[in-house]
């Protein structure tokens, strides 16, 4: 069962660590879903990632609302690119050049993915424009805002703007009491 098929447990229910370790787990290990490997990455884009979509409300307005990613062939594309670059001594690959295939929702995803779930990961955001690197900070802000309750306790230390000084993902270390700690944040 995904994630976002799934009701999530409130705080105070005995299966809420649980619930999300397991589903943390799948973003590391990935799992196998009729023969198919779906890799952790995919797992977390598909279900943990969250973009702001443009929907219709019941009057026709234009609205944002959250959403998680849908898959499509650009995902099964780049993440068999990324497999292929991490099975080559990790080298590099670039998109780039197209409308509409998703560039920027899966840097920022990649850049998410590794902030939350890959221990002491280091991501560097580079673009071709100022405009480019907007729109990836920004859909990652959006991730930020709407990031499911076991990412609660993760704070973002920096400023996008400030080049001079990297922005840092860490666990919040201000002084609360244990109890007001998401419990997730102790395994």
């Not at 400030?162 to 009491?177: D, M």
Request: with cysteine; net charge negative; aromatic share 16%.
């Amino acid at each position: 069962d995904w994630l976002i098929n799934q009701q999530k447990p409130s705080r105070d229910d005995k299966e809420y660590v649980p619930f999300w370790l397991k589903h943390i787990e799948y973003c590391k290990s990935g799992v196998i879903v009729g023969g198919i490997h779906i890799s952790g990455w995919l797992y977390w884009h598909l279900n943990f990632f969250i973009i702001m979509d443009d929907q219709e409300d019941d009057y026709g307005n234009e609205i944002r609302m959250p959403i998680n990613p849908e898959l499509r062939d650009n995902e099964w594309l780049l993440e068999w690119a990324f497999k292929q670059a991490r099975n080559q001594d990790n080298k590099p690959i670039m998109a780039f050049g197209t409308r509409r295939f998703a560039k920027s929702v899966i840097e920022s995803s990649q850049l998410a993915y590794s902030s939350f779930i890959r221990e002491n990961s280091f991501y560097v955001i580079a673009g071709g424009s100022s405009a480019d690197i907007n729109n990836i900070t920004n859909y990652y802000d959006d991730f930020y805002e709407q990031r499911p309750d076991c990412f609660s306790d993760f704070m973002i230390n920096g400023d996008w703007g400030r080049i001079s000084k990297p922005v840092v993902i860490e666990f919040n270390h201000r002084k609360v009491k244990k109890k007001d700690i998401n419990p997730v944040s102790y395994h």
